[in-house]
Every structure is written in structure tokens, then in C-alpha cells.
């Protein structure tokens, strides 16, 4: 059972326990409550424990059925002993019937039956399945996952050591693995968003086998062998980078955030900025407490208690939880997506301790977004390529529908707010090529008859079918977490919403002044280029220490001829007689 971070010993867990939790030894995955048919077929009731012990062929069919329906998003959870109104539990020769039917109703639909934790209750066994649908060649899982945390906490360690399968030396040789500039390698700094990958086949194992000469990873394969890939996107620790970091954390819209704390230097510097960018997103976070081997064991547990102190705060309101062993794994990540409880992880990148929960945890996480085919296709660009031979080349996230190769797609918005239509060269997923990407999917497009500097980061995609408009100004409630003194109306800061990160002004504001903990209603203006807009977007405003929050509110479209009015007023009237 998962024990409270700080509670004293014997004490249960007020999260969500084995005995509680509704997917983790709790209520039946194939219940009809959402399904348009009878609960019982011949007098047998089909939420029973006992369902799958030696079922007749028309309770088989229903079955398989609902399990495919299960699999739509490619892996599910099953918990074998349970069932309404039973006691939990099932005697040694049911326990095994049930389960050799689990796994013949896993192969009718393609996919692998894996053990992940098994329990002795009153009743007899009961037990945990994860079904995992068979990595198909070009179309597997994708979890993207933020890793954020202070300088020389050990974050980029820790990526070399998941991704290559090679544990540290203690001196930072699993990192080098992972820099792409010369100046990370000589600092051992990581300044850019770095994008690094972990394999999961469908049977839950690591498919990662770097080259034994150079040590390369081979993206290509480790994705053709996948049934499920999490991607790192490491960002940079130190304050001098904190725009490149805050671009990370909502261009690249992660699924979750890990948190990397030193256990020998603690919550320091940015960690508490990290910490605050995830909350204010709405990205669900885990912590792992890093380089427990060389930290005292007195050090290690005052980090562990201003830890449990910090997430239990009003600001957080988080539930922080040790994880010690599988079970605590699968309770976890089974109630992850709540957004309340918070795993910790106590690992060594040295010795290898408890890496192997760490890695189970990942493997049990399950993608946030989701997608509708029948909506019109919309791309957000993160970051663009001039590749020899091949020509422009942009990245980013699908955010809506499915785009497939030689589609025409409307890229926008330039300058004066125009979108113009370009084809679809290529596509390819984590340098793999394939013929369609959906929503929640992060692709590379070569595009034909564009040039690179006509595109920026910000910039979209979407489908013809629609009639996209940009906007120079738009309107937003926003909450000031921290500014030194007042805001009021002409006041500039830098604002990220999605990939778009532009400077914009206050035009007007609900309140006279805002100051800290302040909330209003405010209208903005970008300075230098329309931008593509939906209301209910998620926006960070920040300039040096401000930081600010909001939610979009409302758009005011791009007006033909707006441009020329924008150049005019950037140029401070020069060309104010020529429009008129």
C-alpha cells in the first residue's frame, strides 16, 4: 500500500488504495453500464467476478466485442477477482480459467496480456492486466512527457540513462549522449528543447538498443518495433533559459511533467518556477528525487519533507505519495490523470536503484489528449528545418483531425494575415515515414514551393475546408501570480499561448491597476504579427520576474488592411498621410 510522504509509520494513504482505487482491484473494465445492451445473457450477469470462468460462446462474443471497443485508444487495464456485489477474490482454478480466457480474448483482438501486480485478498486472488494492442508498422502510442527541474539536478542524466539503457558514471557520461551543441557538452548545460525517445513494445518492455560503436539510437526502428513511445522533451534547468523553457512547456504540449530534484541540493532556484509553470498549465506532475546514492541519508529526508511541505501547499493542493514497489506503481498511474495525487520516485542514475519502477510508471501512462477524425485538420508549427536536398521542413503537433500525405492545407498567418495553400510532401513521425498523422500526434512535414523564411514558429496549418482568420488583438481573464509592483494599460510582456510566442500590449483592462494576486479581464495587442487564436486557449503573459496566467476569452478577427495600419503605427506615423 502506497504510504503518505511524511506520515508516520503505519499510517494509510488517504489517496485512492488498492482496496479503493476504481481501475486498480476496483470495479470491473467490461461493466455495461455505457453499453447499449442487457447486463445478464442466459440468466449470467456479466459484471460478476466470475464472468470469465468457462463463459458460453454468446458471453465470449460480448466480450470480445467490448474489449475491442476498449482498445480503440490501443492498450487497456483489466482486473481479474472483481465484480459487483461479490466479495473479492477468486479461488486458484476460477483464478486461472479467468485468466486463460483474458488472454485468448487478448489474442482474438491482436494484443498482449501482461501480469503487472497480483494480490491474496479473503476471497481468494485477484489480479492487475494491462492489454496492449500489437505495434502496427507505422502507428503506435505516443506520451509526451516535459522534464523540468533545476540546473545540475540531473535531468539530462537521467534521459541518457532511460533512453540508452547504460547507467552513469557519476561523472555525467550518460548525458553526452543527449547534448546537440558543443557549448552543452563543454558546460554540461542543456540550453535547448531536446527531444529524446523510450520504446515500449506491447508485451511492456524496452525496445531502446543504442549502436554498440557509436552509441547512436536508431529512432526509426525503436518506433517500428513500439507499441507505445514516450517522448522526453528535455528542457533547460538554468533562469538564463527560462524562455526556452516556458516555450517547451506549452509549444510542445506535454502530457505530463516530470520534476527532477537533487536529493543533495533540494528544491532550489528554478525548481519552484517549474513547478509553478506545470500547475498554472494543467499538466499533471511526478517528481523523481535523483542521486540518492551519494546524498546522506539525513539530507535526503529533510529534501523528502520540504518536498511534501511544497506539494501540500495551498498553491499546489497536491497529494504526494512514495512509490516503494509495483503495487504503488499500478496505483499510481492508474489515478495519475486526476491531476491530485503526486508520485515520488527515489532513484540513482549510478547504482540503477528503483530506475525499474520508474520505467513500469512510463509504461503504464496514457496519452491526454484526444482527437476527433471528422474535425477539420489543424497543425501548430513548433520549429522549422532547411534540410539539403529535401527543402523546407516543419515540426509540431497535430492538434485536430488527420492530415495525409499530399493534402493541401491552408499555412498562416504571414505578416498581413493572409494564409496561403501548400502540399504535403512527406510526413514523418519521430524521423520514421508514414502515410497520415492524427490529433495529439507530433509529425515533420517537407512542404513543396515554400521557402523557410516565410515561415515562423507559431505559424499553423490547417484544413481548406475552413476559412481561418488571424487576429491582432485578442481578450483573456488573467491571474497575476507574481509582479513587483503594478501593471496598467501600455504595459508589455511576453506572451505564450500554444507555440506562439510574441510580445503584446495592454490595451485595456477591467481593473485600473493589477498587482499580485489580482484577477481580470484584459485586452492585448501583438506588436509584430497577427496570430491564429481559439477562445479557451491557455496563455502564459511573463516579463522578467511577472508572471501572469489566463484563459482566452474572446478574438477580434484580422480586418483587411490591418497590416498596413500596423506598419503605420509601429513607424510612429510615417506612413499614417498615405492610409489616411
Known sequence: MAAIVGSPPGTPATTPTTEQAPTMYGTNLFAVDDLEISQTINGHNLNSKTVLVLPSEEEYEFLLS?????????????????????AKGLADDEFEASVATLRSLAISCNADCNLLAKKTVSGGSLAEFLIRKKAESEDFIEVRVAVVGNVDAGKSTLLGVLT????????GVARLKLFRHKHEMESGRTSSVGNDILGFDSAGLVVNKPDTHAGHLDWKKICEDSAKVITFIDLAGHE???????F??????????MLIVGANAGIIGMCKEHLGLALALNVPVFVVVTKIDMCPPNILQETLKLLQRILKSPGCRKIPVMVQNTDDVVVMATNFSSERVCPIFQISNVSGENLDLLKMFLN????????DEKEPAEFQIDDT?????????????????IINLNDTLLLGPDALGHFQPIVIKSIHRKRMPVKYVRGG???????KKVKRSQIRKGMVMVSSTITPQACWEFEADILILHHPTTISTRYQAMVHCGSIRQTATIVH????????????????HFIKNPEFLRVDQRLVFREGRTKAVGNITKLYHHQPGEGLRQLAVSCRGKYAGIIG
Open 248 to 257: 517547451g512547456m506549452t509549444g510542445h504540449m506535454p502530457d505530463f511533467c
Open 364 to 371: 503504464l501512462l496514457s496519452a491526454r489528449m484526444s482527437f
Open 66 to 86: 467490448a474489449l475491442k471497443r476498449r482498445l480503440e485508444e490501443g492498450e487497456t487495464l483489466y482486473t481479474v477477482g472483481v465484480g459487483d456485489g461479490d
Open 385 to 401: 528545418y532547411s534540410v539539403p536536398g529535401v527543402g523546407t521542413v516543419v515540426s509540431g503537433t497535430t492538434l485536430k483531425g
Open 240 to 246: 538564463r533559459y527560462l524562455k526556452t523553457t516556458v
Open 509 to 524: 483592462m477591467s481593473m485600473d491597476c493589477l498587482r499580485t494576486g489580482d484577477k481580470a479581464a484584459v485586452k492585448f
Open 441 to 447: 500526434q507530433t509529425a515533420s512535414f517537407s512542404l
Open 164 to 171: 540508452h539503457g547504460e547507467l552513469d558514471n557519476g561523472r
